[in-house]
């Protein structure tokens, strides 16, 4: 549906330790966040991102046009004064692409969000609890799972566009769908992280001192499942703006409202691929790649940041501080060889 299945990347983490940064010996303790390992991939994908956002939020301010403004006639080409040229109704596409952009943004914060809280909820709550409460939470994520969410995103999204409810026709009520369709690999994979700190000693501690379970699930198990979140979080944001523009491709977005999907269901719709009107569908395409690219970017190296094993020249590092190690042996030898006496 979305070209981005958290599951594929979230389960692989299923059953692993979550990531601690180890604790300074001696001195002074470093910030925690000192030890992470902000590599080139993230500041990349920071760029990626922080681009996109730049020209959705503020570039409308600078740009002279309105996205709703009839400023030529049909498929006019690039000019000076039309970067990108105008679509199929007379709109410049500049303005459009950036109306656009802003709202299929919005639209997936709020639906990564809230398919985040869901799936963080059931998820640390079953792998907390365990026993009968994490079989009927589990077994409510696998029915689920095994409903294909596109037929369930189609059927919902047609009844909204037939209620009499604004706000459930618009891109809030989009946004609520897509969020209460994609939390299972969320769900899952907390599940499986928050099984395994369950049985650490300070959670026993924590019990021992009386601390109540909510206290618990926020103060000593969530702040070590945070990295999982993130990620998470990350992954959704992205599948939900892919799952927006699907439906918008499909005629099924909202109305009256821009986006990338809807400006590429426009662009479909009035032939602009058979004309060669390139500028009315290249561009939000090239726009929609670089949010997935950026996201999933973001993803693989915070996927880095957290987990110590999975940084860039660790193996490096680990062969040079053995080499360090053999050649001081050596030298260690030759000199227990010198000092030796004769018999």
């Known amino acids: 549906m979305s070209g981005i299945n958290p599951g594929n990347v979230l389960t692989e983490a299923e059953g692993a330790e979550p990531a601690v940064p180890p604790p300074v010996s001696g001195g002074k303790a470093k910030p925690s966040w000192r030890s992470l390992n902000f590599g080139a991939r993230f500041w990349i994908a920071i760029g990626i991102i922080a681009a996109i956002s730049a020209l959705a939020f503020f570039g409308s301010a600078l740009y002279p046009y309105s996205p709703d403004e009839k400023v030529g006639g049909l498929y006019d080409s690039p000019s000076a004064e039309h970067i990108l040229g105008t679509d199929n109704f007379g709109h410049d596409v500049l303005a459009v692409l950036m109306a656009a952009t802003r ?117 000593d198990v969530l702040p070590y499942l945070a990295s999982y979140v ?48 390139w500028w009315a569908f290249l561009p939000p395409t090239i726009v929609l790649t670089l949010i997935s690219f950026g996201f999933l970017f973001l993803q693989s190296s915070l996927d880095e940041v957290f987990n110590p094993r999975l940084r860039r020249g660790k193996k490096k590092n680990l062969a040079k501080a053995a080499a360090r190690r053999a050649e001081a042996a050596k030298k260690l030898a030759e000199q227990a060889t010198t000092t030796e006496v004769p018999a």
Request: glycine share 10%; proline share 2%.
């Open 103 to 219: 709202n299929s943004l919005l639209l997936g914060l709020q639906a990564g969000i809230l398919a985040t809280l869901i799936g963080v909820l059931i998820g640390i709550l079953a792998g907390y609890t365990g026993g009968w409460l994490e079989e009927l939470l589990m077994g409510f994520t696998n029915i689920v799972l095994a409903i294909p969410a596109i037929i369930i995103l189609i059927l919902i999204s047609i009844s909204l566009q037939s209620t009499n409810i604004e706000f459930l026709k618009g891109f809030t009520g989009l946004a609520l769908v897509i969020g209460i369709t994609a939390w299972p690999w969320t769900a899952r994979a907390v599940r499986a992280q928050a099984s395994s700190v369950a049985t650490r000693e300070h959670i026993d501690v924590a019990k021992l001192s009386g601390a109540r379970t909510p206290s618990i699930l926020l103060t």
């Open 230 to 277: 993130v990620m998470a979080f990350v992954l959704q944001v992205a599948s939900a703006i892919l799952a927006e523009s699907t439906l918008s491709l499909l005629g099924l977005g909202p109305s009256g409202t821009q986006s990338l999907g809807i400006q590429l269901h426009w662009a479909l719709a009035f032939q602009a691929v058979a004309s060669g009107s």
